[in-house]
């Protein structure tokens, strides 16, 4: 039982580059979530998917962007990096909207 | 709109003592609550969750919290503390109505414990 699966766990780019970062869920979750971590400021909410096909604004959005187009993934882009979005990336899922299971993390460093 | 706040960022016990980490909520509806622990370099786990239901809620590891709504608060604690408790905890809050659409789990900005042995 994998639970929630993210890759990579590390990634370096310099400012102005693209990237994805894929989370994967195996438990049929209806609800996906892309969280920020940042020292002092505990987990924002980026972006976040109520089902497949669909996607919503969380409260730091901007510079982000997800799709969803299959149930168990869900995708966090990064058009054009900047050093402001150094940061631990967490991916969640849950079966309704309160107990959320986390994927291990997503380390992401621009230069 | 829901808030949480937990006091003390870095909070330092011997081992064997009372744990006791504080989070006060604010909500202008019933709230479901939860502690999240973070070990080093891992995703978050639940500790455990009020869902209104008892007031006092037993988690994992030993860990266990009280709901009071007079108080705004649902503080967690544990008799006596392990080395292997050292984690980042972190309270939640969302609103208790039926889930039928999305509710935001709002997050503290967490509180770091040290086990001193």
């Known amino acids: 039982n994998a639970g929630v699966t993210q890759t990579p766990k590390f990634r370096v780019l310099k400012t102005g580059q693209s990237m994805t970062l894929l989370c994967a869920q195996d438990m049929n979750h209806e609800y996906m979530y892309w969280y920020r971590q940042d020292p002092g400021m505990g987990l924002r909410l980026i972006h976040y998917s109520v089902g497949e096909g669909t996607t919503a604004k969380g409260e730091v959005p901007d510079g982000y962007n997800v799709s969803r187009l299959k149930k168990q993934n869900f995708l966090l882009g990064l058009e054009s990096a900047a050093p402001s979005q150094t940061s631990v990336y967490f991916c969640?899922?849950?079966?309704?909207?309160?107990?959320?299971?986390f994927g291990a993390g997503s380390r992401l460093t621009v230069l | 709109a829901q808030s949480v706040t937990q006091l003390g960022s870095h909070v330092s016990v011997s081992e064997g003592a009372l744990v006791l980490l504080r989070c006060n909520y604010s909500?202008?509806?019933?709230?479901?609550l939860f502690w999240y622990v973070q070990y080093p370099n891992q995703g978050l786990q639940l500790l455990l969750k009020y869902t209104s239901a008892a007031t006092l809620v037993k988690g994992i590891n030993g860990f266990e919290a009280e709901f009071k709504k007079s108080e705004t608060s649902f503080h967690l604690t544990k008799p006596s503390a392990h080395m292997s408790d050292a984690a980042e905890y972190f309270c939640?809050?969302?609103?208790?109505?039926?889930?039928?659409?999305?509710?935001?789990?709002?997050f503290g900005p967490g509180t770091s414990l040290s086990v001193i042995p």
């Open positions: 909500s202008s509806v019933p709230p479901y």
């Open positions: 969640a899922s849950s079966l309704r909207a309160n107990v959320l299971t």
């Open positions: 939640a809050v969302t609103s208790n109505r039926m889930k039928t659409s999305y509710d935001k789990v709002i």
